[in-house]
């Protein structure tokens, strides 16, 4: 698979607060240039982004926040791939994320929507650095989807 670049212009962003998911504020694209630590001042606040161009790696959204347990930035999504190939994504996450964490990623296939949801840790994602930007970490998680996409297809 090509990488698709995120279509910015057509971003949709959020920040709502953890406990009620209530909207605390809309924002423009310029807001993904901040910092990824803005989510450890913020702790209360997580970052829902949506855009179209998301559709081409099989996700509506992506919510970005800080795990208050562990202190790492997670990227929650669904990932609308068939259940039969769970093992290569689970594989795919193992080998690539850097890490022996038990945090660093989650997924659980959800029946009622036909889709995995999940929770993977973005500071084990290969490149991530501390001062990167949430667009960088959102590109992050991105071409991590593009990857595994790329291994469900070859092991079919």
Same mark, same amino acid.
């Given at each position: ?26 924002? @423009? ?110 590109? @992050? ?16």
């Amino acid at each position: 698979m090509e990488n698709k670049e995120l279509v910015l212009e057509d971003i949709y962003i959020e920040r709502c607060n953890k406990e009620t998911e209530e909207l605390i504020e809309e924002e @423009l694209v310029t807001f993904l240039e901040k910092p990824i630590t803005y989510l450890k001042s913020k702790s209360n606040e997580f970052i829902y982004i949506e855009s179209p161009s998301l559709e081409d790696i099989k996700v509506d959204a992506i919510s970005l926040e800080l795990d208050d347990v562990f202190g790492v930035y997670n990227a929650l999504l669904g990932f609308k791939v068939q259940k039969k190939h769970e093992e290569v994504i689970r594989s795919y996450f193992e080998k690539t994320l850097e890490a022996d964490d038990p945090a660093k990623c989650g997924m659980m296939f959800n029946h009622d929507d036909g889709l995995w949801d999940i929770n993977v840790a973005v500071n084990y994602i290969p490149g991530y650095k501390e001062d990167v930007t949430i667009e960088g970490a959102l590109k @992050l998680v991105t071409s991590l989807l593009e990857n595994i996409l790329d291994e469900v297809k070859n092991n079919k």
